[in-house]
């Protein structure tokens, strides 16, 4: 019931420990990493712990294998190739430039690249992107999240 998991959250319980007992199905669904995703890497955790490793578990592994791959629809190399063109970047300002908007990464984990979801999250955190990336343009970094906190 979710009121009740809002309820027990503002009462002061841990979130992950208390209340979600650490499950990974329920931690990525909050995560908003898709129902889908979630309860397969889920399952694919739990096959793992398995201490039997019968043909029939190592097989259902392998096709979660199959099917989960790595969510990351940002163009990294893209990135690299950019960051690459940077003359004369020590590793400091070339680790740093990550954190800029134009260059904000999109979360990464596993998911199912078939699934409508997917399909849906990716085109919802593209969106999401956009919007930040508008947001920060041509902005001092600090400042604009300070007044994004403050002033919503």
């Given at each position: 019931?979710?009121?009740?998991?809002?309820?027990?959250?503002?009462?002061?319980?841990?979130?992950?420990?208390?209340?979600?007992?650490?499950?990974?199905?329920?931690?990525g669904v909050l995560l908003h990493y898709g129902r889908n995703n979630a309860w397969n890497f889920y399952q694919r955790e739990q096959l793992f712990k398995c201490k039997d490793a019968s043909f029939e578990i190592k097989n259902k592994i392998q096709l979660l294998n199959k099917k989960l791959l790595l969510f990351?629809?940002?163009?990294?190399?893209?990135?690299?190739?950019?960051?690459?063109?940077?003359?004369?970047?020590?590793?400091?300002?070339?680790?740093?430039?990550?954190?800029?908007?134009?260059?904000?990464?999109?979360?990464?984990?596993?998911?199912?690249?078939?699934?409508?979801?997917?399909?849906?999250?990716?085109?919802?955190?593209?969106?999401?992107?956009?919007?930040?990336?508008?947001?920060?343009?041509?902005?001092?970094?600090?400042?604009?999240?300070?007044?994004?906190?403050?002033?919503?």
């Open positions: 019931d979710p009121e009740m998991i809002l309820n027990n959250c503002l009462k002061g319980e841990k979130l992950l420990s208390n209340i979600l007992h650490k499950h990974n199905g329920l931690i990351a629809p940002h163009d990294y190399d893209d990135i690299e190739k950019i960051l690459e063109e940077t003359d004369e970047h020590d590793s400091d300002e070339f680790t740093y430039l990550y954190l800029l908007p134009q260059y904000m990464a999109l979360p990464a984990f596993s998911a199912d690249p078939d699934d409508n979801e997917t399909k849906q999250l990716k085109q919802e955190y593209e969106e999401i992107r956009k919007k930040v990336q508008a947001i920060y343009l041509n902005k001092d970094f600090l400042e604009e999240t300070l007044k994004q906190i403050v002033f919503g």
